[in-house]
């Protein structure tokens, strides 16, 4: 993932979790705590895959598009103290 900007407001904004980082690979996925999960390649806007962590807490902004949620931004969530 790269850095950017302020994403698009008409992009669906979502609370998730970093639940494995696959750097080696370009991947990282991420869960509701719920049924859904997601993915984002080392192209999707937002911190670099080596600065997560399993059990991060990101804000992903999806894109709908035909019934299918696509990751579009990703921003890491300061953690609860």
């Known amino acids: 993932m790269h850095h950017t900007g302020t994403?698009?407001?008409?992009l669906q904004p979502t609370e998730a979790a970093v639940s494995e980082?696959?750097?080696k690979l370009g991947?990282?996925?991420?869960?509701?705590?719920?049924?859904?999960?997601?993915?984002?390649?080392?192209?999707t806007l937002g911190p670099l895959l080596d600065?997560?962590?399993?059990?991060?807490?990101?804000?992903l902004y999806l894109?709908?598009?035909?019934?299918?949620s696509?990751?579009?931004?990703?921003e890491v969530l300061q953690?609860?103290?």
């Open 27 to 43: 991947l990282a996925f991420f869960t509701d705590g719920k049924t859904r999960t997601w993915g984002a390649t080392r192209c």
């Open 70 to 74: 696509i990751v579009r931004h990703c």
């Open 7 to 10: 994403p698009d407001p008409a």
């Open 21 to 23: 980082v696959l750097p």
């Open 79 to 81: 953690e609860a103290r």
């Open 51 to 59: 600065d997560l962590c399993e059990g991060q807490p990101v804000r």
């Open 63 to 68: 894109l709908d598009r035909d019934g299918f």
